[in-house]
Nanobody, 123 residues
């Protein structure tokens, strides 16, 4: 399985970005999938997740109401629409496949990371 993330960039506070993750090797509906981010000097944290059926989504408290995770089965892709961006959203964003829930979403031992895409939000 390969995950290719794209769509990052440098924007101003209040702007929007849409991240994409192209999935190859398996269908996007094969796994619980999600987006994580890692800011400099901080641990990687889960931002949003979508279960394999596509019927349910989950968001971290810091992005609820601003970010939307979605997927396109026909295009075999995962997306993260990010609105009302804040400087604290600055991080490298990673898409991930094969998540497990244990008090929060985590990558399973058999899971996959994309290569990361930088998002920088200036005030």
């Amino acid at each position: 399985v390969q995950l290719q993330a794209s769509g990052g960039g440098s924007v101003q506070a209040g702007d929007s970005l849409r991240l994409s993750c192209a999935v190859s090797g398996r269908t996007v509906s094969s796994y619980h999938m999600g987006w994580f981010r890692q800011a400099p000097g901080k641990d990687r944290e889960v931002v949003a997740a979508i279960i394999s059926s596509g019927g349910s989504t989950w968001y971290g408290d810091s992005v609820k109401g601003r970010f939307t995770i979605s997927r396109d089965v026909a295009k075999n892709a995962l997306y993260l629409q990010m609105n009302s961006l804040k400087p604290e959203d600055t991080a490298v964003y990673y898409c991930a496949a094969d998540l497990r829930w244990r008090n929060s979403w985590h990558l399973s031992p058999e899971g996959y990371w994309g290569q990361g895409t930088q998002v920088t939000v200036s005030s």
